[in-house]
């Protein structure tokens, strides 16, 4: 598995002038493997685009290693960066505590006699951060409380937040667009299951993995 990472070069308003909404993204990160499109089977890229200060980047996560070329298609030259996944995830232990990052759809669905499920999105706050907590058990970890020492008293605190939320367009081919909600945790986890959460963090989490959701990174405390 490989980790890779390229610095959008968002201020060349003409090279990026295609990257007008998900599906754009999803072909970039497409496009970045070449050796793949003569195969039968496609494999699945998980991707998200991740803002830290007034730099914006493509993170995909992937079986094979991308190119370089097409990671720079959009992006800033020399900016590319690929490493190798497998090492980092032999380290991970069970009962460690991590700070992670997810970018998500949070859904649900709702099912009426005789029908099939209509997924729908979670539109509140509360109701994102519930979905979070609802999935991670099955994903392998556990979101810890927070114990602040005030002044008179403890408060409890949740150990993450959302950090951004918004509704980016997804066009696609023969179909109408639509705007998808897009949002991103922080914060911290602790490892329950080693098993299940590398499979989370491999296979991704909740709905649109295709269009840059599911995608869950991690550093651990030293």
Do not use: C
Not at 68 to 83: D, N, T, V
Not at 191 to 207: C, D, V, W
């Amino acid at each position: 598995m490989f980790l890779s990472r390229v610095e959008i070069d968002t201020k060349n308003r003409r090279k990026i002038k295609e990257l007008t909404h998900l599906g754009a993204y999803h072909n970039w990160v497409e496009q970045s493997f070449p050796d793949e499109f003569r195969n039968p089977i496609r494999l699945r890229h998980l991707w998200r685009l991740d803002e830290l200060g007034d730099k914006q980047y493509l993170l995909i996560l992937s079986k094979n290693r991308p190119n370089i070329e097409g990671m720079e298609r959009y992006g800033i030259p020399g900016s590319a960066q690929i490493k190798l996944y497998d090492k980092f995830l032999a380290q991970l232990e069970t009962g460690q505590q991590v700070q992670f990052r997810l970018t998500a759809n949070p859904t649900y669905a709702a099912y009426q006699a005789g029908e099939r499920g209509r997924i729908y999105p979670h539109v509140t706050i509360t109701q994102q951060l519930e979905w979070l907590i609802g999935r991670s058990e099955l994903s392998g970890f556990h979101i810890p409380q927070l114990v602040l020492q005030g002044e008179t008293n403890s408060i409890t605190t949740r150990a993450f937040d959302i950090i951004s939320r918004d509704h980016p367009i997804l066009k696609k081919k023969n179909s109408k667009n639509i705007r998808v909600s897009r949002v991103t945790f922080e914060g911290k986890l602790e490892i329950q299951n080693l098993t299940n959460f590398k499979n989370a963090l491999l296979e991704g989490i909740g709905r649109e993995k295709a269009y840059g959701m599911g995608l869950m990174t991690v550093i651990p405390e030293r």
